[in-house]
Nanobody
């Protein structure tokens, strides 16, 4: 089985930065992808960013482009999300996910494993 553990959430003022980390243990997927999604109260879980282990390509939601950066280490099964210039609308529970086949990385339906989530709060 695969377990994902997120860390790094917290409270930050608007304009500030946070760095989220996720570590996966168990089975590895060298041709998969890892991504971050977020869910605010009363809203659907939405895509934030993903990194595909095949080639290292990255994908971002339009709302975070230029502010968030995803990085990772396939060998260590870790992924990070550097979040800069945070806005109140970025506040949510952030979930790390693992997409075993590395396809349709923006769609949560293709993620087989999820972490428990970490809370990000942005004060205005």
């Amino acid at each position: 089985q695969v377990q994902l553990v997120e860390s790094g959430g917290g409270l930050v003022q608007a304009g500030g930065s946070l760095r989220l980390s996720c570590a996966a243990s168990g089975r590895t997927f060298s041709s998969g992808a890892m991504g971050w999604f977020r869910q605010a109260p009363g809203k659907e879980r939405e895509f934030v960013a993903a990194i595909n282990w095949r080639g290292g390509s990255t994908s971002y939601a339009d709302s975070v482009k230029g502010r968030f950066t995803i990085s990772g280490d396939n060998a260590k099964n870790t992924v990070n999300l550097q979040m800069n210039s945070l806005k109140p609308e970025d506040a949510a529970v952030y979930y790390c996910g693992l997409n075993p086949n590395g396809i349709r990385v923006m769609s949560r339906a293709f993620y087989a494993y999820w972490g428990q989530g970490t809370q990000v709060t942005v004060s205005s």
